[in-house]
């Protein structure tokens, strides 16, 4: 059974970078496909950005160019690199997992998800 534990949140200034780290545990993490996703208070949980296995990489509109997801298999861990952050990037950011990816930005096809972990820019 996969397990999922994000960290790197906190408080930012607007223009200011954060490194969200999801660990994996669990022999077939590594074949997971990836996502992560965030959640603002009074909204729906919205998709961020996803990895494949085979390494293909997906992201909403809203954060192409500033933000970039990678995997280190030697570590279990899944990266979310956010720059440029802006204010309306608040939110709880959570790491998803799935053996086999159907749609990367629908929730529902992923089975595994961390605990999340709070982001807060500043204006």
């Known amino acids: 059974q996969v397990q999922l534990v994000e960290s790197g949140g906190g408080l930012v200034q607007a223009g200011g970078s954060l490194r969200l780290s999801c660990l994996g545990s669990?022999?077939?993490?590594?074949?997971?496909?990836m996502g992560w996703f965030r959640q603002a208070p009074g909204k729906e949980r919205e998709f961020v950005a996803a990895?494949?296995?085979?390494?293909?990489?997906y992201y909403t509109d809203s954060v192409k160019g500033r933000f970039s997801i990678s995997r280190d298999n030697a570590k279990n861990t899944v990266y979310l690199q956010m720059n440029s952050l802006k204010p309306e990037d608040t939110a709880v950011y959570y790491c998803?997992?799935?053996?086999?990816?159907?749609?990367?930005?629908?929730?529902?096809?992923?089975?595994?998800w961390g605990q999340g972990t709070q982001v807060t820019v500043s204006s």
């Open positions: 998803a997992g799935v053996g086999g990816l159907i749609r990367y930005n629908d929730y529902k096809s992923y089975d595994v």
């Open positions: 669990g022999r077939t993490f590594r074949s997971y496909d």
């Open positions: 990895l494949r296995w085979s390494g293909s990489t």
